[in-house]
């Protein structure tokens, strides 16, 4: 807390990236079984281009309740990879 200040609450997740929810990681559990979640996408793949470095497994309690998805997460992976590589005129210039 000291390094970034109070702990905003998840509705101001929910504004500031504009999504439908959010939730603290140890609410994840119960957040995902009230949306009836079953399967789960994960960013994980290579690693980054950039730095080398590959991105962990997200942990959290009850994870081993739900499938996740290795192709949809990949899939996931290569779209997020490929929005980085697509610049607009004003990040050019940086």
Avoid: H
Avoid at 6 to 17: D, L, M, T
Avoid at 44 to 59: C, H, I, M, T, V
Avoid at 64 to 82: H, Q, R
């Amino acid at each position: 807390q000291a390094w970034c200040g109070p702990i905003k609450p998840p509705a101001w997740f929910q504004r500031a990236y504009a999504v439908s929810e959010a939730a603290y990681t140890d609410e994840l559990k119960s957040a995902l079984d009230q949306m009836g979640a079953k399967e789960l996408l994960f960013l994980q793949g290579d690693a980054n281009r950039d730095s080398g470095l590959k991105l962990p497994e997200p942990a959290f309690e009850g994870k081993t309740k739900f499938t996740v998805n290795a192709a949809g997460s990949k899939a996931l992976w290569d779209e997020i990879n490929e929005c980085r590589s697509i610049k607009n005129a004003e990040e050019l210039k940086i």
